[in-house]
């Protein structure tokens, strides 16, 4: 795919430019800026909050809370008193100690960043949970983590097996006219007499900060268990990939359920002391818009998934709203699309920077920054202190332009520590030569951009050519009529695998067998003749995790009439 590259507009950005020799970057640079490189005392959420309730930023906003019925504002001193309290609540009423697991399910709300904030304090272990998980979920986490604490709302209680979970000790309600016995305490009640002064749990630097649990394509979600050390990658790519600044008003719109939702909806920006708006609800784009006009939002971290759902949306709406403070916008979670980028670029008249990372890696690690060329379709460059490869089945270097593992060599500060007891699986992520294998499939051109392909297991090989259903889906959303689209490969007799899409289309379209020609010639011409699916169904949606990835193992189990594994994640 040949792309004219976007240059950077003027600015005065923290990562000034890019050359090679910042592979040899020192993490170690890092640690100064942190007080524990002075006084020897480690806890996330100190740095986060604490310290900057110490100086010029006492009274600076740390969280702005939006949603359908609150609308409120905390500064670094409040929110120190309110982690405090939280962290009080804990300990007093559900003997949180170093270690334990302290899981959180509820809608976004401050009391939600309280709990998990507090929780940290005390050196506990956090556990976010998708509001929106079912009981099956909530069970396979809650009992693989043996979460003492839990942290929910009357409402979601029902989805708790709470008798089938003997190592949950203390559940939390956060809401009204809660009835209190030794098992269920009233969260609000307790927070309002708790005294805002606490003494912090002082923690060792590889000691438990968080679990996210995520899915694979089969078997139960594992526990990715990442510790306080992460903290100088939170920080360090908050400066230079998010580039915030101490004017900036930030705003990831990404749930703690999701790695993106803690990593920097909560440690990177408050890491580097910076105001970060929070906006509960559903998703609809004038409310998007809005919430960048009335905050005056400067910087955006966001996914493709949304942008492809403002994109639908029409450029009208995007004239109602007046968007001047954005100055910088990024993405992550799945590729960005080129034509997204292209529409970023008329309406915004800003690029969309893509980011590449996993629960996994805790933090970004192939980035476009503010200050570098963006190729589009491309998830840029890794970030200083990180080498990526792609590397073949044996863990040997592919030379440029050559589809293989993409690969991480490793070191960095952010990386899981391990998975929560299951240390063969957490073996089983690393190849010799110290490579962190990723499951993604990816090239590195020439200039050393990296090309998202797909997953190792969607990669597509039709009539003896390898074929990423990235590239295929790309170019079929450049088509007018289609929303959205997701690729699979199907085993064929004689081509081993065909191309098969799976399209949504924009309002206004009608699906007809011309419609489907039409787009099977526009890939043709567009892309490539082996690239163009043979098969193309309509689908009013298609299947996607929480946090927008399209699940082309479900499009291929359906297709397939295969199991679809585990589905905790999908979106409803
Ligand atoms: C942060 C996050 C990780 C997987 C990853 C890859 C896909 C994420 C991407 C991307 C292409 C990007 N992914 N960012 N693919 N371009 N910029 O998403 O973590 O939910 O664990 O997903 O997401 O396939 O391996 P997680």
């Given at each position: 795919m040949k792309v004219e590259a976007l240059s950077p507009t003027n600015g005065d950005y923290q990562l000034k430019d890019y050359s090679d020799?910042?592979?040899?970057?020192?993490?170690?640079?890092?640690?100064?800026?942190?007080s524990w490189y002075e006084t020897g005392k480690v806890n996330l959420a100190y740095e986060a909050i604490d310290r900057h309730a110490?100086?010029?930023?006492?009274?600076?906003?740390?969280l702005y809370y939006r949603d359908a019925s609150r609308n409120e504002k905390y500064t670094f001193k409040e929110m120190k008193e309110e982690s405090n309290k939280a962290a009080n609540v804990f300990k007093s009423f559900?003997?949180?100690?170093?270690g334990d697991r302290v899981f959180i399910f509820m809608p976004r709300s401050p009391e939600l960043y309280f709990a998990v904030l507090g929780a940290i304090k005390l050196g506990a272990i956090v556990g976010p949970l998708f509001e929106a998980f079912m009981e099956g979920a909530v069970k396979d986490r809650l009992e693989d983590s043996e979460a003492k604490v839990l942290v929910t709302t009357p409402e979601l209680l029902?989805?708790?097996?709470v008798n089938e979970?003997?190592?949950?000790?203390h559940i939390f309600l956060v809401g009204e006219n809660i009835e209190e016995d030794e098992k269920y305490i009233d969260f609000l009640s307790k927070m309002e007499s708790a005294d805002p002064h606490a003494q912090i749990e002082w923690v060792e630097?590889?000691?438990?900060?968080i679990l996210h649990y995520t899915s694979g394509s089969t078997g139960k979600p594992k526990g990715v268990l990442h510790v306080h050390n992460a903290m100088i990658q939170h920080y360090q790519t908050a400066k230079?990939?998010?580039?915030?600044?101490?004017d900036d008003v930030y705003w990831c719109?990404?749930?703690?359920?999701?790695v993106t939702g803690t990593?920097?909806?909560?440690f990177g920006p408050w890491l580097t002391g910076t105001s970060n708006v929070i906006v509960g609800g559903r998703f609809k784009p004038e409310n998007w818009y809005k919430t960048i006009e009335d905050f005056g939002i400067s910087v955006w971290y966001s996914a493709p998934t949304a942008f492809r759902m403002l994109m639908g949306a029409g450029d009208d709406v995007v004239?109602?709203?007046?968007?001047?403070?954005?100055?910088h916008v990024l993405s992550v979670g799945e590729p960005l699309n080129p034509e997204v980028i292209r529409w970023g670029m008329k309406v915004f008249n800003l690029r969309i920077h893509d980011t590449w990372w996993m629960t996994e890696t805790g933090a970004q690690l192939i980035c476009n920054y503010p200050s570098m060329d963006i190729k589009p379709g491309s998830m840029g460059k890794p970030i200083p202190g990180v080498k990526a490869a792609i590397i073949d089945d044996q863990g040997n270097e592919l030379p440029p332009n050559r589809m293989g593992n993409l690969a991480i060599k490793k070191?960095?500060?952010?990386?899981?520590?391990?998975i929560w007891k299951n240390e063969p699986k957490y073996q089983s992520y690393f190849m010799p030569g110290d490579w962190y294998v990723s499951g993604d499939s990816a090239y590195m051109d020439q200039d050393g951009y990296f090309w998202f392909q797909g997953r190792v297991d969607d990669v597509i090989m039709t009539s003896g050519e390898r074929v990423g259903p990235f590239e295929v889906e790309s170019k079929l959303v450049?088509?007018?009529?289609?929303?959205e689209a997701g690729v699979i490969g199907k085993p064929d007799p004689v081509r081993g695998e065909i191309i098969k899409a799976f399209v949504a289309l924009r309002d206004g379209y009608e699906t007809t067998d011309e419609l489907k020609e039409e787009i099977r010639q526009f890939v043709k011409k567009g892309l490539a003749a082996h690239a163009a699916p043979r098969e193309i169904e309509f689908r009013d949606k298609l299947p996607k995790t929480?946090?927008?990835?399209?699940m082309r193992r479900v499009l291929k189990a359906w297709e397939l009439d295969l199991p679809t594994g585990d589905l905790s994640t999908m979106e409803d």
């Amino acid at each position: 795919m040949k792309v004219e590259a976007l240059s950077p507009t003027n600015g005065d950005y923290q990562l000034k430019d890019y050359s090679d020799t910042y592979h040899s970057f020192d993490w170690k640079e890092v640690e100064r800026e942190f007080s524990w490189y002075e006084t020897g005392k480690v806890n996330l959420a100190y740095e986060a909050i604490d310290r900057h309730a110490e100086t010029f930023r006492k009274n600076k906003v740390a969280l702005y809370y939006r949603d359908a019925s609150r609308n409120e504002k905390y500064t670094f001193k409040e929110m120190k008193e309110e982690s405090n309290k939280a962290a009080n609540v804990f300990k007093s009423f559900g003997d949180v100690e170093k270690g334990d697991r302290v899981f959180i399910f509820m809608p976004r709300s401050p009391e939600l960043y309280f709990a998990v904030l507090g929780a940290i304090k005390l050196g506990a272990i956090v556990g976010p949970l998708f509001e929106a998980f079912m009981e099956g979920a909530v069970k396979d986490r809650l009992e693989d983590s043996e979460a003492k604490v839990l942290v929910t709302t009357p409402e979601l209680l029902e989805r708790v097996p709470v008798n089938e979970l003997p190592a949950l000790k203390h559940i939390f309600l956060v809401g009204e006219n809660i009835e209190e016995d030794e098992k269920y305490i009233d969260f609000l009640s307790k927070m309002e007499s708790a005294d805002p002064h606490a003494q912090i749990e002082w923690v060792e630097r590889t000691d438990g900060l968080i679990l996210h649990y995520t899915s694979g394509s089969t078997g139960k979600p594992k526990g990715v268990l990442h510790v306080h050390n992460a903290m100088i990658q939170h920080y360090q790519t908050a400066k230079w990939v998010l580039d915030l600044n101490e004017d900036d008003v930030y705003w990831c719109t990404a749930d703690p359920g999701w790695v993106t939702g803690t990593s920097y909806g909560i440690f990177g920006p408050w890491l580097t002391g910076t105001s970060n708006v929070i906006v509960g609800g559903r998703f609809k784009p004038e409310n998007w818009y809005k919430t960048i006009e009335d905050f005056g939002i400067s910087v955006w971290y966001s996914a493709p998934t949304a942008f492809r759902m403002l994109m639908g949306a029409g450029d009208d709406v995007v004239k109602k709203f007046d968007l001047s403070s954005l100055r910088h916008v990024l993405s992550v979670g799945e590729p960005l699309n080129p034509e997204v980028i292209r529409w970023g670029m008329k309406v915004f008249n800003l690029r969309i920077h893509d980011t590449w990372w996993m629960t996994e890696t805790g933090a970004q690690l192939i980035c476009n920054y503010p200050s570098m060329d963006i190729k589009p379709g491309s998830m840029g460059k890794p970030i200083p202190g990180v080498k990526a490869a792609i590397i073949d089945d044996q863990g040997n270097e592919l030379p440029p332009n050559r589809m293989g593992n993409l690969a991480i060599k490793k070191g960095w500060p952010s990386m899981m520590h391990t998975i929560w007891k299951n240390e063969p699986k957490y073996q089983s992520y690393f190849m010799p030569g110290d490579w962190y294998v990723s499951g993604d499939s990816a090239y590195m051109d020439q200039d050393g951009y990296f090309w998202f392909q797909g997953r190792v297991d969607d990669v597509i090989m039709t009539s003896g050519e390898r074929v990423g259903p990235f590239e295929v889906e790309s170019k079929l959303v450049e088509h007018p009529a289609i929303a959205e689209a997701g690729v699979i490969g199907k085993p064929d007799p004689v081509r081993g695998e065909i191309i098969k899409a799976f399209v949504a289309l924009r309002d206004g379209y009608e699906t007809t067998d011309e419609l489907k020609e039409e787009i099977r010639q526009f890939v043709k011409k567009g892309l490539a003749a082996h690239a163009a699916p043979r098969e193309i169904e309509f689908r009013d949606k298609l299947p996607k995790t929480r946090s927008g990835k399209i699940m082309r193992r479900v499009l291929k189990a359906w297709e397939l009439d295969l199991p679809t594994g585990d589905l905790s994640t999908m979106e409803d």
